[in-house]
Nanobody, 116 residues
Framework: QVQLVESGGGLVQPGGSLRLSCVASGFTFSSYSMSWYRQTPGKERELAATISKFGGSTNYADSVKGRFTISRDNAKNTVYLQMNSLKPEDTAVYYC?????????WGQGTQVTVSS
């Protein structure tokens, strides 16, 4: 059974940091590119960051570039999103995604709220 389980969300003040984790099971993690998406009510889910299957390539949305860092540990079947200098507009539900050709898996999401 495929599972992606996110953790690490919460309430943080503007300028603060959070580290999200996503633990995968039920598929060959190292064969999949991994991404973090985020979504706010009434808006489409948007891509925040992507990392290639061995971590050699990363891409970021312009809105998070320079503040967020995506990484992965294939030995632990885990992908991370380090979020620094958080802004209120980063408030969203963050979803972990695994993609390989036609296979696409999602986690249940973790809420990140940036507020003073």
């Amino acid at each position: 059974q495929v599972q992606l389980v996110e953790s690490g969300g919460g309430l943080v003040q503007p300028g603060g940091s959070l580290r999200l984790s996503c633990v995968a099971s039920g598929f060959t993690f190292s064969s999949y590119s991994m991404s973090w998406y985020r979504q706010t009510p009434g808006k489409e889910r948007e891509l925040a960051a992507t990392i290639s299957k061995f971590g050699g390539s990363t891409n970021y949305a312009d809105s998070v570039k320079g503040r967020f860092t995506i990484s992965r540990d294939n030995a632990k079947n885990t992908v991370y999103l380090q979020m620094n200098s958080l802004k209120p507009e980063d408030t969203a539900v963050y979803y972990c995604n695994a993609e390989l050709r036609m296979w696409n898996y999602w986690g249940q999401g973790t809420q990140v709220t940036v507020s003073s």
